[in-house]
T-cell receptor
Framework: EAGVTQFPSHSVIEKGQTVTLRCDPISGHDNLYWYRRVMGKEIKFLLHFVKESKQDESGMPNNRFLAERTGGTYSTLKVQPAELEDSGVYFC??????????????FGSGTRLTVV | EDKVVQSPLSLVVHEGDTVTLNCSYEVTNFRSLLWYKQEKKAPTFLFMLTSSGIEKKSGRLSSILDKKELFSILNITATQTGDSAIYLCAVFNAGNNRKLIWGLGTSLAVNP
């Protein structure tokens, strides 16, 4: 099966610009998660979709971040306007079943975002 | 606040050595602990541990969990250069959310 696909793999933008990251989960996986790793820090949870519904968005840093999953397939994460501290690697992951019992998630390769 | 601490943060060994990576945690309502290997791209799943004292094994890698002392170890025997990677430890709590709490990772370099 195809894995979790993220696009772009790298993005360099100027402070104040807008960037949209995309994640295509494994087909049939209702659960989709976004995580972020800022340099030197742990990977941190951002949010969790079940199909098109946001199940938990407690990790979203602020209202400059907007995640959507229209139709319950792919998801986008938009940062507008981007700030320097938004730089990091954004990971997407998906799971079919409850990941706390069965093998966790499958991760995408991540999008490395650099805000200059 | 929930946290996961890994040690060492960095390790350099020679091929053939055996390494032990450590992961301790303080997480409310622990559900499971996971080990991932991250090379250049996506973290790839190694093990999920839910019960104390039961060793999980895959080739030269093995892992065990101690829920009383709140830690896990990941052992790699007869290391190879292909084992060079960041090894990440993460924990699920049993709350309604399904988010992982991560450690910083251990960066392992295996030299020929």
């Amino acid at each position: 099966e195809a894995g979790v696909t993220q696009f772009p793999s790298h993005s360099v933008i100027e402070k104040g610009q807008t960037v949209t990251l995309r994640c295509d989960p494994i087909s049939g996986h209702d659960n989709l998660y976004w995580y972020r790793r800022v340099m030197g820090k742990e990977i941190k949870f951002l949010l969790h979709f079940v199909k098109e519904s946001k199940q938990d968005e407690s990790g979203m840093p602020n209202n400059r971040f907007l995640a959507e999953r229209t139709g319950g397939t792919y998801s986008t994460l938009k940062v507008q306007p981007a700030e320097l501290e938004d730089s990091g690697v954004y990971f997407c992951a998906s799971s079919q079943h409850d990941p706390t019992y069965v093998s966790g998630y499958t991760f995408g390769s991540g999008t490395r975002l650099t805000v200059v | 606040e929930d946290k996961v601490v890994q040690s060492p943060l960095s390790l350099v060994v020679h091929e053939g050595d055996t390494v032990t990576l450590n992961c301790s945690y303080e997480v409310t309502n622990f559900r499971s602990l996971l080990w991932y290997k991250q090379e250049k791209k996506a973290p790839t799943f190694l093990f999920m541990l839910t019960s104390s004292g039961i060793e999980k094994k895959s080739g030269r890698l093995s892992s065990i969990l101690d829920k009383k002392e709140l830690f896990s170890i990941l052992n790699i025997t007869a290391t190879q250069t292909g084992d060079s990677a960041i090894y990440l430890c993460a924990v699920f709590n049993a709350g309604n959310n399904r988010k992982l709490i991560w450690g910083l990772g251990t960066s392992l370099a295996v030299n020929p």
